[in-house]
């Protein structure tokens, strides 16, 4: 099993560009979780999700978009990014309520 | 929402010593986990703990949860142990546990040989 993958692994972007950030996981787990940390800090929860198509807002959701089409997907969208959002991204899956992450991706946003 | 204090933020040993990290929190929670992340930045998940004692090698943890701490304990520590160690936790709303965690600051932990 790969277990929780994300891609890319590192992006540059300008302000107001846009990209999406991949999240995919093997393991069947129904829940799926996006989180950015910033240097220093602890992760902050952006959002999530319970099963495939269903999403919730987490604690720090503005200027992010996601969607679950696939039980084994987790999109998550910046559709015009901003400095502020540069950080790195984890995503998680969970079973039994025990979270498994993804390596990360590294966003910079010029 | 729920507050989450980690103590210290910084520790320093020498390879065979041993530690004890706490995490502090404001509110009851129904659900607790410790994290470690390594220097190339993988969060690896130690224990879900939300109450009670658990212990997995060189690593154990307690949580007091009528008391709103709980404590992770490294015995004779390894260089490979460095890195940071998170404690976070998910506020008991009184429904279904959905895994929204809320994190500490860290605990940065360096080993030295």
């Known amino acids: 099993n790969a277990g929780v993958t994300q891609t890319p692994k590192f992006r540059v972007l300008k302000t107001g560009q846009s990209m999406t950030l991949l999240c995919a996981q093997d393991m069947n787990h129904e829940y799926m979780y996006w989180y950015r940390q910033d240097p220093g800090m602890g992760l902050r929860l952006i959002h999530y999700s319970v099963g495939e198509g269903t999403t919730a807002k987490g604690e720090v959701p503005d200027g992010y978009n996601v969607s679950r089409l696939k039980k084994q997907n987790f999109l998550l969208g910046l559709e015009s990014a901003a400095p502020s959002q540069t950080s790195v991204y984890f995503c998680?899956?969970?079973?039994?309520?025990?979270?498994?992450f993804g390596p990360g991706t590294r966003l910079l946003v010029l | 929402g729920i507050q989450v204090e980690q103590s210290p933020p910084d520790l320093i040993l020498q390879e065979g010593a041993n530690s004890t990290l706490r995490c502090n929190f404001s509110d009851s929670v129904n659900n607790l986990q410790w994290f470690h992340q390594n220097p190339w930045g993988q969060l690896i998940n130690l224990f879900y703990?939300?109450?009670g004692t658990k212990q997995n090698g060189r690593l154990s943890a307690t949580t007091v949860a009528t008391e709103r701490y709980s404590l992770l304990y490294i015995s004779s520590s390894q260089t490979t142990d460095s890195g940071v160690y998170f404690c976070a936790v998910e506020r008991n709303a009184g429904g279904t546990s959905y895994g929204k965690l809320t994190f500490g600051q860290g605990t940065i932990l360096t080993v030295h040989p």
């Open positions: 703990i939300p109450s």
């Open positions: 998680a899956s969970s079973y039994k309520r025990t979270q498994y």
